[in-house]
C-alpha cells in the first residue's frame, strides 16, 4: 500500500513537471510568435495612450488623476515625516527646559543678578 502511494506521488509530480515545462514552452513560443508580440505591444501602446487621455481629460474638469493622487500622498508623508521629526524635537526642548527650571542653581543665579541690579540700582541712587 505504501508503495502504492509513493508511486501516485511519483507519478503526480513527473505529471506536474512535464505540465509545468509544456505550458511555460507554450508561453515562450507565443511570445516569439510575431503577430502575438505585436498585438502585445500594441496593446500596451494602447493603454498608455488612454492612460494619457484620461489624465488630460481630468486635467480639463480640474479633477486630480491617481499620478496626481499618488505625488500627493508621498509629498504628504514626507512632511508628515518632517513634522514628527520636529515634534521630537520639541519634546526634547521641553524636557531640557523642564531639567533646567527645575534646577536650584538657576534660582540662585537668578537671585544673584536681582541683588547685583538692586546694588546698581542703589550706587545710581546716591547723589555723588
Given at each position: 500500500?505504501?508503495s502504492?502511494?509513493?508511486?501516485?506521488?511519483?507519478?503526480?509530480e513527473?505529471?506536474?513537471?512535464?505540465?509545468?515545462e509544456?505550458?511555460?514552452?507554450?508561453a515562450q513560443?507565443?511570445?516569439?510568435?510575431?503577430?502575438?508580440?505585436?498585438?502585445?505591444?500594441?496593446?500596451?501602446?494602447?493603454?498608455e495612450?488612454?492612460?494619457?487621455a484620461?489624465?488630460?481629460?481630468?486635467?480639463?474638469?480640474?479633477?486630480?488623476?491617481?499620478?496626481?493622487?499618488?505625488?500627493?500622498?508621498?509629498?504628504l508623508?514626507?512632511?508628515?515625516?518632517?513634522?514628527?521629526g520636529?515634534?521630537?524635537?520639541?519634546?526634547?526642548?521641553?524636557?531640557?527646559?523642564e531639567?533646567?527650571?527645575n534646577s536650584?542653581?538657576?534660582?540662585?543665579?537668578?537671585?544673584?543678578?536681582?541683588?547685583?541690579i538692586e546694588?546698581?540700582?542703589?550706587?545710581?541712587a546716591?547723589?555723588?
Amino acid at each position: 500500500m505504501v508503495s502504492h502511494m509513493n508511486d501516485d506521488k511519483g507519478l503526480r509530480e513527473r505529471v506536474t513537471k512535464q505540465g509545468e515545462e509544456t505550458i511555460g514552452k507554450l508561453a515562450q513560443d507565443l511570445l516569439d510568435h510575431p503577430v502575438v508580440s505585436g498585438a502585445l505591444s500594441a496593446a500596451f501602446e494602447t493603454r498608455e495612450r488612454a492612460m494619457r487621455a484620461q489624465e488630460a481629460a481630468m486635467g480639463a474638469l480640474n479633477l486630480p488623476s491617481a499620478s496626481d493622487l499618488e505625488r500627493l500622498t508621498r509629498r504628504l508623508r514626507g512632511v508628515s515625516q518632517r513634522l514628527e521629526g520636529i515634534e521630537d524635537g520639541l519634546d526634547r526642548v521641553e524636557q531640557r527646559i523642564e531639567t533646567i527650571g527645575n534646577s536650584k542653581t538657576v534660582e540662585e543665579r537668578l537671585a544673584a543678578i536681582e541683588a547685583a541690579i538692586e546694588r546698581i540700582e542703589a550706587s545710581l541712587a546716591k547723589p555723588s
